[in-house]
């Protein structure tokens, strides 16, 4: 069915190059079919529709906060493969999922997804920049920060940037907070 409609929006942009609602109706559904199963390159699809998205409607946050939400997505499922790997090689060896990653294994990880990693970030704070109180990016803004802290060499610089990330989450919660009340009072 994902098929189908893609050929449907398809259909739509060979009329309408610029239509932007076949252009996110595309990225969603490649989104949606890329995690079941999951296939990364469903997932780099669906974002050149958010980047497509952008060259047209640069002032809209919805689509830097998807390409956030995809390089969230693939870097997490990178760190689980990457975390799983190293505990199989060393199964007398505890490593927690918020534990620093062990040198070598960080620096793969870095190599392989330190510039997912820093385009998300950096998408994401474009996406709050366009709406302050944008609650869900902040939300993944949170998590990518998390995943830039498991490339930190330093206890320090990893400490700084998971104290950064929970900040996030407070205010995050304050304003999904505020927006809960926000229709009791009219």
Do not use: C
Not at 80 to 102: C, Q, S
Not at 106 to 112: I, N, Q
């Amino acid at each position: 069915m994902g098929e189908a409609a893609i050929k449907e929006f398809q259909d739509v942009l060979s009329v309408d190059p610029n239509n932007i609602s076949a252009i996110d109706g595309i990225g969603s559904i490649l989104f949606n079919m890329a995690g079941t199963p999951y296939t990364r390159a469903k997932f780099e699809e669906s974002k050149t529709y958010h980047m497509k998205h952008i060259a047209l409607k640069p002032e809209d946050p919805e689509p830097y906060y998807w390409i956030g939400v995809i390089d969230w997505t693939l870097t997490y499922r990178s760190n689980l493969e990457m975390r799983g790997k190293w505990r199989l090689a060393n199964v007398n060896k505890v490593l927690k999922d918020d534990d620093p990653m062990p040198p070598p294994v960080r620096d793969d990880y870095t190599k392989e997804n330190g510039q997912l990693i820093d385009e998300g970030i950096d998408k994401l704070h474009k996406a709050l920049e366009l709406r302050p109180d944008y609650d869900d990016a902040m939300a993944y803004l949170n998590l990518l920060l998390r995943r830039k802290a498991d490339e930190a060499a330093t206890p320090e610089e990893r400490a700084s940037l998971l104290k950064q990330a929970d900040e996030l989450v407070d205010k995050a919660k304050e304003i999904k907070q505020r927006k809960m009340e926000a229709p009791a009072k009219s």
